[in-house]
């Protein structure tokens, strides 16, 4: 079983308490006393995106992101306040002023970057294809683990030829507007057909009713889907994608041009890196450390 595959199959999502939902996207935030930081931080999360981020049973926030920002807003001696808000809105609405931060399992991707500034990277993970267990792609051997797309050898070229091939005339499903969206137009928009979704928790959906027979995302975001009852019946296959399009791992995204709110968010995620406070919310949200140095 690949490395990836068998941590992941360990892994335990643990659902902790978190901080409520908070709909005052609109006021004019305040500075600390550090100057630039805004008091409080409006973080612009998802909601639809476990265990990154997602909405319990109380209908509070919750998730590693959710409990990584508390402990950043805390070193910049902030207080976080967080809106849930459409994925595919994220960046206009940051761009209009309507929250300080994004921080939504958002990969850092030079695309991006032409429209906000990103933080360090805090978590990198590889992206997966799932199909269901009785599907015949299960039984594909396509000759390595990982797809690096920064600098592709001719066995991962080999590797993504048959995968295409695999797939020619399969309905695929991906989350609008994301890098996965992405890699599936380039790499393999002409061979399946595409089917694009709001959330990752409706794709899953359509993936259980089989309107689609193969979805492609995060392995941890997908690894929440397949821990639960209804994911039984699903599995990864073929090997996983990272590099390239992929980005450089998560980031906190933050508007143009505020060089001090930017420093500030580096500082405290560099010392949650140094004292083991990332690696451990890693392994408690995700049962292995996807922590990035």
């Given at each position: 079983m690949k490395k990836w595959?068998?941590?992941?199959?360990?892994?335990?999502v643990t659902a902790l308490a978190g901080c409520g939902q908070n709909d005052q996207a609109g006021q004019t935030a305040g500075t600390n006393a550090a100057g630039g930081v805004p008091n409080p931080l409006?973080?612009?999360?998802?909601?639809?995106y476990p265990p990154y981020n997602m909405v319990d049973a109380s209908g509070d926030l919750v998730g590693f992101e959710i409990d990584m920002m508390k402990d950043v807003c805390k070193r910049m001696g902030t207080e976080c306040q967080f809106v849930a808000q459409a994925w595919d809105g994220m960046i206009p609405?940051?761009?209009a002023g309507r929250f300080d931060a994004i921080v939504a399992g958002m990969s850092i991707t030079d695309e991006r970057a032409q429209a906000v500034d990103f933080s360090a990277g805090y978590?990198?993970?590889?992206?997966?294809?799932?199909?269901?267990?009785?599907?015949?792609?299960?039984?594909?051997?396509?000759?390595?683990?990982?797809?690096?797309?920064?600098?592709?050898?001719?066995?991962?070229?080999?590797?993504?030829?048959?995968l295409r091939a695999?797939?020619?005339?399969?309905?695929?499903?991906?989350?609008?507007?994301?890098?996965?969206?992405n890699f599936a137009e380039?790499?393999?928009?002409?061979?399946?057909?595409?089917?694009?979704?709001?959330?990752?928790?409706?794709?899953a959906l359509d993936m259980q009713t089989g309107r689609i027979e193969v979805g492609l995302a995060d392995a941890v975001t997908w690894n929440a889907f397949l821990q639960r009852p209804e994911g039984k019946d699903f599995s990864f296959f073929g090997p996983g994608f990272d590099g390239g399009l992929f980005g450089r791992g998560q980031g906190i995204a933050i508007a143009k041009n505020r060089p001090d709110l930017l420093a500030a968010l580096n500082k405290a995620l560099a010392e949650m890196k140094a004292d083991g406070s990332m690696k451990n919310l890693s392994v408690?949200?995700?049962?292995?450390?996807?922590?990035?140095p």
């Open positions: 595959i068998a941590a992941l199959a360990l892994a335990g409006r973080v612009a999360t998802e909601g639809a609405a940051l761009q978590t990198t993970t590889p992206a997966y294809l799932v199909s269901a267990n009785a599907n015949p792609l299960q039984q594909e051997d396509f000759g390595v683990e990982k797809v690096d797309l920064t600098e592709i050898t001719p066995e991962e070229q080999a590797a993504i030829d048959k695999a797939l020619k005339g399969k309905v695929m499903g991906v989350q609008t507007a994301t890098i996965h969206a380039q790499y393999l928009g002409d061979v399946v057909t595409l089917r694009r979704y709001d959330t990752q928790e409706n794709l408690q949200w995700f049962g292995f450390d996807t922590a990035m």
